[in-house]
């Protein structure tokens, strides 16, 4: 073993864990080992919404950044960030993207990482969890106390399931559902989407590689008249451009009339559309969010 290549022990003695301290270092770190050209390295607006928002505490996170990570002295071998908000709970950390080197594998250093910001969301009577989660990630937080529900994508069309019902949903004893502070910032002040906000729900069309996708990124209860303007809106300006035309949502149950299943070979989470199933997980602790939408987390945004 060389002297440049520590070991194991040597690793879990030498390295810390704390409060990012470069955000240039990260960004290089996500572009290059992440993936290159991911818009958390690429775009300083987007890596800022996302890790800077106005709800981060800088006791905790001194910089402003809130994303911990691994140092072993001044180089960076992994990190895991939070997109900090007012849901579900005053204060609550959306885990966006945790990564750390293979050379830390078996040192118990990448969950020390999900420890450490564990600690710093519950010494406030924060919630901490995800949704977006693959299969592969259901145990890892499960073993550490999670709750994990199954999300699945859902497709509307007037003309289908004219018998759907929307499930009454009620909050968490402790849930906090979004104010109007959370909705200016998370899509009034996008600093790439645009999207058409109504008292009806929050929606954003596009037009890409597949066709013209409308999402549903948040829907409060199944407004039936609205859902129907925005859908033969869409299907116009696919119409009118000969491809395909989708307006989507992701729920844990049928929203209500008109919705179904999405098809399983139907291309799904990130703008482009890239074939990932229409199946993925939310986790919470200490509970999962009565409901979960595409403008929660990092969920919606270019990749």
Known sequence: MSSTTPTQPDLR??????????????????????????????????????YRTPWVDRTRFPGGTSVLCIYDDDRLLGFLGTFITPYPRPES??????????????????????????SRCESVDGWIGTFGAGPEAVPVYLKRGYAVRAV????????????????????HSSERPPDDAWHTYRYDRHPIFEYDRRAEG???????????????C??????????????RDGARLARASGVPHLLDAWAFDCPGAGWTLAAED??????????????????????????????????????
């Open 13 to 50: 003695t030498r390295c810390t864990v704390e409060a990012c301290r470069d955000d240039a270092q990260l960004r290089g770190y996500i572009d290059e080992h992440w993936r290159a050209g991911h818009i958390l390295a690429r775009d300083e607006r987007m890596f800022a919404f996302t």
């Open 93 to 118: 950390y959306w885990l966006a993207l945790w990564h750390v080197l293979p050379e830390l594998k078996g040192t118990g250093l990448g969950g020390a990482l999900l420890r450490e910001m564990q």
């Open 152 to 171: 699945r994508r859902w497709v509307y069309d007037p003309q289908t399931n004219p018998e759907g019902a929307c499930r009454a949903v009620a909050l």
């Open 202 to 216: 929050v929606f954003r069309t596009e037009q890409n590689a597949w066709g013209v996708v409308t999402h549903c």
């Open 218 to 231: 948040r829907l409060n209860g199944n407004p039936r008249a609205t859902l129907d303007e925005i859908h």
């Open 266 to 303: 139907l291309p799904s989470v990130f703008h482009p559309p890239s074939a990932r199933g229409n199946l993925i997980y939310a986790s919470g602790r200490p509970f999962v969010p009565s409901m979960v939408t595409k403008g929660d987390c990092d969920q919606d945004r270019p990749n």
